[in-house]
């Protein structure tokens, strides 16, 4: 009797379970929309500015701005982490801003100091990054015919 049913070949996946049709999913591109201020030491130290903490390919428009003083103030090396590596995407000096434009977006770090980070200089870093970033997610959504 045992055998009979190892015999009967392999089942069918359902196409729906508990009445949720599996097979329906529905892709949703999403905003992340964010500003934040920038104020660090200029010490050279990379700070970390964005981390991607869920399983996401963030890729868009970063805008990092440095309002410190243009005559004595600290450049900011941006470091960008993707799905490639870790590279040095752009030096933004004082009193100007630059567009960085990512893809798989992981990370984004913030260093500042003199003569393109390799001298700390006195004082702090100002300035901010604005995220203009979009992302996609996976949605299952529900049989319409059992829709109220």
Known sequence: ???????EGPKHCPEEIKGMDLCRKKEEMKCFKHCAPISQPCDCHSYNHFTSRANLEFSGLIVVKNTSNPTGGCSMEVCVTD?????????????????????????????????????????????????????CTTKYVANHDECC
């Open 1 to 7: 009797m045992y055998e009979d049913k190892c015999e």
């Open 83 to 135: 799905g490639c590596g870790t590279d040095l995407v752009a030096v933004v000096t004082p009193g100007s801003s630059v567009p960085v434009f990512v893809e798989g977006l992981i990370s984004l770090d913030i260093a500042c100091g003199r003569e393109g980070c390799k001298q700390p200089g006195p004082g702090t870093c100002n300035g901010e990054v604005i995220f203009d970033l979009e992302y």
